[in-house]
């Protein structure tokens, strides 16, 4: 529901709060948050969860499909079971579409909300999950360190969106190193220098 909400305030409602307005005529997914970086936070880790069960299903069906194949039973008794739980089993039964459908729209959700540090966050939980989705762990590193290396061709090469890439990295022109106690503040590094605080006080 709050990835839906979020979906339609980004681009079906057409209009919202101004200083939510991104790229021209869209507007920052918030849902009933408020707010965009705590819905993005949101989107974040449900997102996962339903990422990680998505994951855990493809599993389950290509393994279920693969053993299917070589230990396929021709006793009556077993045609009727496998019936029986057809349909209950199915990927295209109601709960596994609920569940895909729901990792698509919390992850188009997050990407509305225009949130970097769910954007990062949600990165990392997912080469997390890829990781450890191989029962090999050497498996599990060759994909991640393929997804990361496909990324980064894709950044070389200009394939991903501008405004996506600006957003990500826009927030260097305001980091610093050190102690920012006194430091100026202005509408444009407030972002910046508030999360700087945090980090400065945590680890003090």
Request: proline share 3%; net charge positive.
């Amino acid at each position: 529901l709050q990835a839906g909400i979020g979906i339609w305030q980004f681009g079906l409602r057409g209009d919202g709060p101004e200083h939510f307005i991104i790229l021209g005529r869209f507007y920052r997914a918030y849902g009933t948050f408020e707010q965009p970086n705590p819905f993005g936070g949101f989107m974040h880790l449900t997102g996962l969860l339903a990422l990680g069960m998505s994951l855990g299903l493809i599993s389950h069906f290509v393994l279920r499909w693969w053993r299917k194949e070589g230990t396929q039973s021709n006793t009556e008794e077993a045609r009727r079971d496998t019936e029986k739980r057809k349909d209950k089993n199915s990927v295209f039964s109601v709960p596994s579409v609920v569940i895909f459908f729901s990792a698509a729209a919390m992850t188009l959700a997050l990407l509305f909300s225009w949130s970097r540090g769910a954007w990062l966050s949600f990165g990392a939980g997912t080469a997390v999950l890829v990781f450890f989705w191989p029962r090999q762990r050497k498996y599990g590193l060759l994909v991640v360190g393929l997804l990361v290396a496909g990324l980064l061709v894709f950044w070389q090469l200009g394939l991903i969106p501008v405004s996506v890439s600006d957003r990500l990295v826009s927030f260097t022109q305001d980091l610093r190193l050190g102690d920012v106690r006194g430091a100026d503040i202005s509408d444009e590094n407030y972002a910046v220098l508030e999360r700087l605080v945090h980090w400065q006080a945590a680890l003090n």
